[in-house]
Every structure is written in C-alpha cells, then in structure tokens.
C-alpha cells in the first residue's frame, strides 16, 4: 500500500483513483505571487478534503531551500507550513515533510509537531544524530528512504542500518529521485529499495515488508482506525 502525494486539484482529480493521497502545498511552489494569488483557495481546498476525509495526511509541505530562490521565499513557506500544521492538529492527520537544506528549521516546531499524529519525513535529508534528536524531542517521527539507497547515500544507509526499525518506511517518490542515466522511477522499483534495506538491516525481505506494513498502519492510523 502507498499514499500518493497531490499538490493541484489536477493532481488530486488523477491519482486518487489508485491509491490513498494525501494533498499539500509545497514549498517549491510558495512564492509572493502565489500567496497573493493562489493560497487561499488551494488552503480552502484542502480543509474541504479534511472535512469530507477524502485525504489520509496532509503532504508534502515543509521547506526548501535548496537554491537562493527557493530560500528567498522563506517567510512564505513559513506561513504556508504553519497553516497546514494547524490543519494537522485540527483534523488529527499526519504530516508528509518535504525538508531540503533546512532540516534545522523544522527542530523550531517540535513543540507543535508533537501534537501532530504522526511526521512522516518523505526521502529524510539529514543524519542519524538528527533523526534520533527529533525522536527525542517527542515527535511521533517516521523516516522514509527511496534510491538514494541504491546510491549508497552515507546517511541514508546510516539511519536504516541504525534506527529502530519501527521507524523507517520506504518510498520511490515516483517518477522523481532518478538514479544516474535514468529519466523516471517506476512505483515498482520499491522492491530494489527493500532489497538494500533488508541488506543493511541483515533480515529477510520477508521480515522487513512485515514491519513495514505494521508501521504504515501506525502512521497512517486514523486511515485504519
């Protein structure tokens, strides 16, 4: 089971008729001209998903600031993340984080994060000692890892191979997160993923899709409820 991330109407309209979604607003397209424009009615179509619970988290939404100008629109990121954790909270869904260059940022909200369900960190950027101080700052935290594994990402191998493993989940991001030489990701490249990652943890495929399962069901738990 997957969770696809939609962030238009469009997006939305296409991809729920597969498999469960989630909707946000990202950080890449935040910029004065959309917050002038387009946020209001993408933040009021989002409460309307929440309200007919049509979504099962809110995602990916977060920072990016990866280039100058995506960090030149860092107070509207701010204010396009802090209306959607508000959202989390209110409704009692997930969050899906989307963190680039600036996994810092988002140590500034544990006290928030803490009332939210669960965080799910979509291809966690950052190191072991940083996914292990934001376990300890009280965060309900899964971290997901994609190909970068099959890079051989120091600390993307470091976090799988050391994490509990009630706290990992997998992804391909399909059709991005490509490998050299390569121009889309297929969804079914999910089993090279757990193929690495039952090789760094030394269990079997078998065993690891088991806890895998159980921790969706646990992140994405009001879903199941």
């Known amino acids: 089971m997957a969770v696809s991330s939609c962030h238009s109407k469009e997006d939305f309209d296409f ?13 890449q397209a935040v910029n004065s001209s959309y917050m002038e424009k387009d946020f209001s009615s993408d933040l009021a179509y989002l409460e309307s998903l929440l309200e007919s619970k049509k979504i099962v988290a809110i995602g990916e939404c977060g920072f990016d600031f990866f280039t100058p100008d995506f960090k030149s629109t860092a107070r509207e990121q701010e ?8 959202l989390a909270q209110k409704y009692k869904l997930p969050l899906v984080l989307h963190l680039r260059k600036s996994i810092e940022k988002i140590f500034t909200y544990s006290r928030e994060l803490k009332k939210v369900p669960a965080v799910i960190f979509h291809s966690f950027p950052g190191t072991l000692r940083e996914a292990e101080s934001l376990k300890n700052h009280g965060l309900n935290a899964f971290f997901s890892f994609g190909k970068p594994l099959l890079n051989g990402k120091k600390s993307a191998i470091d976090c799988v191979k050391n994490l509990p493993v009630e706290n990992l989940l997998f992804e391909t991001d399909a059709p991005y997160q490509t490998l050299k030489d390569e121009e889309f990701t297929s969804p079914q490249e999910i089993e090279r993923v757990y193929r690495a990652a039952s090789e760094i943890r030394g269990i079997s495929m ?20």
């Open 15 to 27: 991809l729920t008729g597969e498999s469960l979604a989630s909707f946000g607003i990202h950080p």
């Open 79 to 86: 204010i396009a993340f802090e209306s959607q954790l508000d």
């Open 206 to 225: 078998e065993e690891l899709a088991a806890v895998i399962e159980e921790n969706f069901t646990r992140a994405f738990q009001s879903y199941f409820a």
